[in-house]
Structure formats: structure tokens, C-alpha cells
């Protein structure tokens, strides 16, 4: 079969009508006509259908929220430490110290020089042995370390009162930030205003998170009170900034790590 020139102009014809009556509907599905013609008429639909970046600025709410914060980012550090046993008692003796700023950056993480016998290093969980602590700083040096950091800090941890107790440091207690001791989260889980929540359970109903599943490391602990802390910091601050204290007590024999 042989095809004229004039039978292929119409077929040509024919699918450009078929083509311009498929695009006529989307425009009425989508929008009107465009009466003017030409490239302008593209150019008019692309700057309705996508306005310039600068129509988009933040909105008063968002800089209301900006300006809620009571305190800088560099005002807070969280802290955290891992334990070994020793002694004839087999005591808890603080062996590592992680300390991290407001981002979860470590600002330190050292082992510590035993000042007493180590009965167990409890290797499953913190993964030391003996040689790990051949190089290690002594007690004083860390204490002193942890104290400059800690100096007009606001801290974040859990059970804090064994942080400080374990290096023989105090702080005041209306710069402490303790999720062990926290009312809200008690609440929350429907606990006796007594109990105190293990870190994990906190961090796994809370924050849906595990956290320990591969042994007890202070960094992890460090930056988990420091997600619970910052997913409710404007409540927290706010109650302090009202004058209220929305937390419990820490034990009464541990008063003393606190001024």
C-alpha cells in the first residue's frame, strides 16, 4: 500500500488534534485555558504552579519556639560512667568517665587508675580487662578534668548522685538535670513517685530505643539522658523557671554530692 503525501498531512494532522484535545483536558482538569499564546503562556503556568522560593519565610510560631529556649546549647553537658567492682566488699568504683556536650559530642572519655583492687572488671558488660588500665590517668587528674568541665554547667545524667559521689565532687543541685529523678517521666509510665525507672526502660518506652543491648558503656548512657532530657527540655526548663522543681529527691544519704 502506498501512502500520498496528502494522506500522510492528515495523519500528521489528525494525532497533532488528538494531542492538543488530551492536553485541553488536563488544563480543565487542572486549571483554566491559558489565553495567552506563545512561550509567555508556558512561562505564566510554571510561575503559578511553582511560586519563587522567597514566598516561603518562617512564621511567627517558629521564632516563638526559638525564643522559648531558656538556656544556651553550650550551658549543658551530660555525663555518664561505667562502674567495676572492688574491694573485699566488691563495691562499685567508677573505671570510665564519658562526658559529651549538647550535640552528643564526646568532650571526654577516659578510663581511671584503680585506687583499689579490682575484683571484678565484669569484662561481659564493659568489655575491660587488666591491661586496659596500665596507661590509665589517675583518680585526681580525671577528678580534676571532670571538675573544670563541669563548672557553671548545667548536667545531664542519670543518677547523678553516683557520678558525683563516685568522684568525690559536688554541684548545685538547681543545675542538675536528672532523668532518674524526673516526675513527668514516672508519671508517664504510671510509677510510684518512689521508684526509680532503670535508664533502659526510660529510653525503650520513652524514646523507643534500645539502648545496653551490647554491654554498659558510658557514652551510650550519656547521649540517651540526653535525648530524654532534650525531648521535653521547654516542659522541664519551664517548670524550673516558674519555681517549681519537678523532681524527686535523690536518696538522703547522697544529699551531700549536691549544694
Given at each position: 500500500m502506498f501512502l500520498t503525501t496528502e494522506m500522510i498531512y492528515c495523519f500528521i494532522i489528525l494525532n497533532l488534534?488528538?494531542?492538543f484535545k488530551a492536553l485541553e483536558g488536563v488544563f480543565r482538569k487542572f486549571g483554566k485555558m491559558p489565553r495567552t499564546q506563545g512561550s509567555s503562556s508556558c512561562s505564566s503556568i510554571s510561575s503559578a504552579r511553582n511560586p519563587p522560593k522567597t514566598l516561603f519565610v518562617r512564621t511567627p510560631l517558629s521564632n516563638n519556639r526559638r525564643q522559648t529556649k531558656v538556656f544556651p546549647a553550650q550551658k549543658y553537658i551530660a555525663v555518664s560512667a561505667q562502674t567495676v567492682c572492688a574491694g573485699p566488699k566488691r563495691e562499685p568504683m567508677i573505671s570510665r568517665v564519658?562526658?559529651?556536650?549538647?550535640r552528643g559530642n564526646v568532650l571526654l572519655d577516659t578510663l581511671i587508675n584503680p585506687t583499689q583492687a579490682?575484683?571484678?572488671?565484669r569484662t561481659e558488660l564493659t568489655g575491660l580487662l587488666p591491661v586496659h588500665f596500665n596507661n590509665a590517668p589517675s583518680f585526681h587528674e580525671v577528678q580534676s578534668r571532670v571538675?573544670?568541665?563541669l563548672k557553671d554547667k548545667i548536667v545531664i545524667g542519670y543518677a547523678l548522685w553516683q557520678f558525683l559521689g563516685?568522684?568525690?565532687l559536688t554541684h548545685p543541685a538547681i543545675d542538675t538535670r536528672d532523668a532518674a529523678l524526673f516526675m513527668p517521666?514516672?508519671?508517664t509510665l504510671q510509677s510510684r513517685?518512689?521508684?526509680i525507672i532503670p535508664l533502659a526502660t526510660l529510653m525503650q518506652y520513652l524514646m523507643n530505643r534500645s539502648i545496653g543491648v551490647h554491654g554498659d558503656y558510658p557514652d551510650e548512657q550519656a547521649r540517651a539522658t540526653l535525648d530524654l532530657f532534650r525531648s521535653c527540655e521547654q516542659v522541664w526548663e519551664n517548670i524550673i523557671k516558674s519555681g517549681a522543681w519537678p523532681c524527686c529527691l535523690p536518696p538522703s544519704e547522697c544529699g551531700h554530692c549536691f549544694t
Amino acid at each position: 500500500m502506498f501512502l500520498t503525501t496528502e494522506m500522510i498531512y492528515c495523519f500528521i494532522i489528525l494525532n497533532l488534534t488528538c494531542i492538543f484535545k488530551a492536553l485541553e483536558g488536563v488544563f480543565r482538569k487542572f486549571g483554566k485555558m491559558p489565553r495567552t499564546q506563545g512561550s509567555s503562556s508556558c512561562s505564566s503556568i510554571s510561575s503559578a504552579r511553582n511560586p519563587p522560593k522567597t514566598l516561603f519565610v518562617r512564621t511567627p510560631l517558629s521564632n516563638n519556639r526559638r525564643q522559648t529556649k531558656v538556656f544556651p546549647a553550650q550551658k549543658y553537658i551530660a555525663v555518664s560512667a561505667q562502674t567495676v567492682c572492688a574491694g573485699p566488699k566488691r563495691e562499685p568504683m567508677i573505671s570510665r568517665v564519658t562526658m559529651v556536650d549538647y550535640r552528643g559530642n564526646v568532650l571526654l572519655d577516659t578510663l581511671i587508675n584503680p585506687t583499689q583492687a579490682i575484683t571484678n572488671y565484669r569484662t561481659e558488660l564493659t568489655g575491660l580487662l587488666p591491661v586496659h588500665f596500665n596507661n590509665a590517668p589517675s583518680f585526681h587528674e580525671v577528678q580534676s578534668r571532670v571538675a573544670a568541665l563541669l563548672k557553671d554547667k548545667i548536667v545531664i545524667g542519670y543518677a547523678l548522685w553516683q557520678f558525683l559521689g563516685g568522684l568525690g565532687l559536688t554541684h548545685p543541685a538547681i543545675d542538675t538535670r536528672d532523668a532518674a529523678l524526673f516526675m513527668p517521666f514516672r508519671k508517664t509510665l504510671q510509677s510510684r513517685s518512689s521508684n526509680i525507672i532503670p535508664l533502659a526502660t526510660l529510653m525503650q518506652y520513652l524514646m523507643n530505643r534500645s539502648i545496653g543491648v551490647h554491654g554498659d558503656y558510658p557514652d551510650e548512657q550519656a547521649r540517651a539522658t540526653l535525648d530524654l532530657f532534650r525531648s521535653c527540655e521547654q516542659v522541664w526548663e519551664n517548670i524550673i523557671k516558674s519555681g517549681a522543681w519537678p523532681c524527686c529527691l535523690p536518696p538522703s544519704e547522697c544529699g551531700h554530692c549536691f549544694t
